[in-house]
């Protein structure tokens, strides 16, 4: 499954809402982007991210904040940027340092302006099946799906990792489109009885390459959402893809797969949020 194409069709469609916008209204999305300290990967994905948004004509407001500014001084940034009406969106890079309390980070985003779809009003929507702001990995999983025509109605799904990220709301979302959901994580039992079961397997462990071909029903569909380099520098996913694409009909490769997906979603919700700016409640 080529993320990595679909994610150029979705940007390409947002570009063009975003020259309809500042047509029609002379809006142009806005999104704030908050990295606090010098993670290496945190560089690299708030980098790719802001390149993705200016090919679209999403705007950025960039903040690079030290790793020891302080929890307030970080909410007030927030507040900020939450009273602002011409920021639509507000993206707080994780993770934080460890001083930073994470939880109050994400509840003091508005959720009307939370492009991650982390707060917890998003999330309760979600699982009410009345969804405003989604995480985007998961989101960008249900698009790839959709993109190859695989419909999860009726099908028996099995998620392996319960993270507030993917896991989780992926259960929401799978449940809204009439999936049979089953959770698996690190105190399942016969992990391998468990995914062989999937006509649809979700895996997002943040281990390399724990699912093999061995551990899947021949045909199934499987999303790799784990991202893992390796000491020789490779990146590889949470499947051996060396074993499962001859037994998998359809794969996410890693790279190219669930990550461009992810970030395609990001720069669709600020690009929602623009568009709904103005409107009650935003």
Partial sequence: MDGKKLAQEVKAELKQRVEELWTSKQIVPRLAVILVGEDPASQVYVRNKRRAAEKI???????????????????????????????????????LPAHIDEAKVTHAILPSKDVDGFHPVNMGHLFMNMPHSLPCTPRGIMELLAAYGISPAGKEVVIVGRSNIVGRPMVALMLNADATVTVAHSKTK??????????????????PEMITGA????????????????????????????????????????????????????????????????????
């Fill in 190 to 207: 016969d992990l391998r009885a468990v995914t062989k079961r999937a006509d649809i397997l979700v895996v997002a462990t943040g281990r």
């Fill in 57 to 95: 004509g999403i705007k950025t407001v960039d903040n690079l904040l030290p790793a020891t500014v302080s929890e307030a001084d970080l909410l007030d940034l927030i507040y900020e940027y939450n009273e602002d009406p011409n920021i639509h969106g507000i993206l707080v890079q994780l993770p």
């Fill in 215 to 282: 551990d899947i029903k021949p045909g199934a569909v499987v999303i790799d959402v784990g991202v893992n380099r390796l000491a020789d520098g490779h990146l590889v996913g949470d499947v051996q893809r060396q074993t499962v694409e001859g037994v998998a009909s359809y794969l996410t490769p890693v790279p190219g797969g669930v990550g461009p997906m992810t970030i395609a979603m990001l720069m669709k919700q600020t690009v929602e949020f623009a568009e709904k700016s103005g409107q009650d409640g935003y």
